[in-house]
């Protein structure tokens, strides 16, 4: 069995609208209300894949839900043309797109079953994403099917908050060797909700079939969840062997590190300090809300938003990185700036599955020529434009509807299966 990283990311849906629902993510609330543009979006995120595939990189992605949520609006006694505003658009919500908040993966090499683990994400803590699981557990099913190989659960009960890989690192000496897991969640936000909880962190770990002697778990900032970091992945990437943070990352940053070098005293930490990039441009930038990969020529590339390269201070710093000796050998910026202006950069867009792609539907992996097809969906059916006010409108419904039924045809989907 032949492991690697597949990078799978939402397909950007035709429902992509800017509503504001999601406190704390400052992007999201400042452009609320604003006209979005699901077809730029969503052509955006198939140019990122295609990025991925000249880097070499096995690429794989993930379909838009259902939307309008029928089943969720009449379990609250409502329909999409009844419902007040809110609901509509949660309703309508496409921020499933966000793979990286789909579930929780545990590699082959960290199980006891020597299986890959998926734990869906219950993403309790908002209510537009409340209803995404029994979708989302419903694909991962269909994609990672083979049970001698893979086990995905259903999502740890509601009680407490889980949001999946965004709070969620993986260290190994390389992809397929036994990896070090940090679960990160947080306790206080400041104004904005601390998203992940630590027993859903640890559940999450037990469902997984994790060793036990090769897990962390360890506390976001409040500064940085009060700054606009709702999620780990806007102040922290990690790859192989290396972390990549910000000074404030964690709440106690040097336990933390000593905790990581302890248990793998190969580790390559680097860390941003704060008298150079602010958390409020790390935010502002997402320069950690990258994809931190490897190369397969050797080295590392941060695949990153084209906010950061517009960023001085973030660039400046980047720059002064890759010149010298550090281990990010290759800056690659990406133009995502329509799930930007909704709060997801790049590795928002993306959930890792370390696996041996055999094993996967071949349906859910890329290549050029997939891409090129979906891109004709996207292209002639997707929305140009929505505008908050349409939210519900019976033209609209049909459209998005329609769009999203197209694009699983395209790619060899059943209706009766997703």
């Not at 005293?265 to 958390?279: G, N």
């Not at 080295?299 to 973030?314: C, H, I, K, S």
């Not at 928002?348 to 094993?359: F, M």
């Not at 996207?378 to 039924?405: F, H, N, Y």
């Amino acid at each position: 069995m032949t492991l690697v990283e597949v990078n799978f990311d939402g397909i950007i849906g035709p429902s992509h609208n800017y509503a504001g629902l999601s406190p704390g993510n400052l992007a999201a609330t400042a452009n609320a209300g604003k006209a979005s543009f699901p077809r730029e979006a969503a052509l955006q995120g198939i140019e990122k894949m295609r990025a991925n595939l000249r880097l070499g990189l096995v690429q794989g992605f993930f379909f838009p839900l259902e939307r309008p949520h029928a089943a969720w609006l009449d379990a609250l006694g409502t329909d999409i043309e009844r419902a007040e505003p809110h609901l509509k658009a949660a309703a309508m919500s496409a921020s499933a797109m966000w793979a990286a908040n789909a579930a929780t993966v545990s590699p082959a090499p960290d199980t006891k079953d020597g299986r890959c683990h998926l734990a869906v994400a219950n993403l309790v803590t908002m209510p537009h994403r409340s209803h995404e699981w029994p979708g989302t557990y419903a694909q991962l099913q269909l994609a990672f099917a083979d049970p001698a190989y893979f086990a995905v659960h259903p999502p740890v009960p509601p009680c407490w908050g889980d949001e999946g890989a965004a709070n969620f690192m993986r260290l190994a000496q390389a992809h397929r060797e036994p990896g070090l897991e940090i679960f990160v969640y947080g306790k206080s936000g400041g104004p904005f909700p601390a998203r992940q909880h630590e027993q859903a962190s640890r559940a999450v770990a037990r469902l997984n079939r994790a060793d036990p002697e090769r897990l962390l778990f360890v506390q976001q900032s409040e500064q940085a969840i009060a700054a606009g970091a709702f999620h780990n992945d806007v102040v922290a990437v990690a790859n192989e062997c290396v972390l990549f943070a910000h000074e404030q990352a964690f709440a106690d940053p040097e336990g933390t590190y000593g905790a990581i070098r302890e248990r793998m005293p190969e580790a390559q930490i680097v860390v941003v300090p704060q008298d150079r990039v602010s958390l409020e441009d790390a935010i502002q930038s997402y320069l950690f809300n990258a994809q931190l990969v490897s190369l397969p020529e050797g080295g590392m590339a941060l695949v990153l938003p084209t906010e950061a390269r517009d960023n001085p201070r973030v660039w400046s710093w980047l720059e002064e990185h890759v010149a010298g000796n550090g281990p990010i050998r290759q800056l690659v910026p990406v133009d995502v700036r329509q799930s930007m202006a909704n709060g997801g950069g790049p590795a928002c867009l993306r959930l890792r599955v370390v696996c041996d792609p055999t094993r996967v539907d071949s349906r859910f992996l890329a290549d050029e020529a997939r891409l090129d097809r979906i891109g004709d969906v996207i292209a002639t059916r997707w929305p140009e434009s929505i505008a908050p006010d349409q939210l519900g409108d019976a033209a609209l419904t049909a459209t998005v509807v329609k769009a999203r039924r197209e694009l699983l045809h395209a790619c060899g989907i059943g209706a009766d299966e997703l």
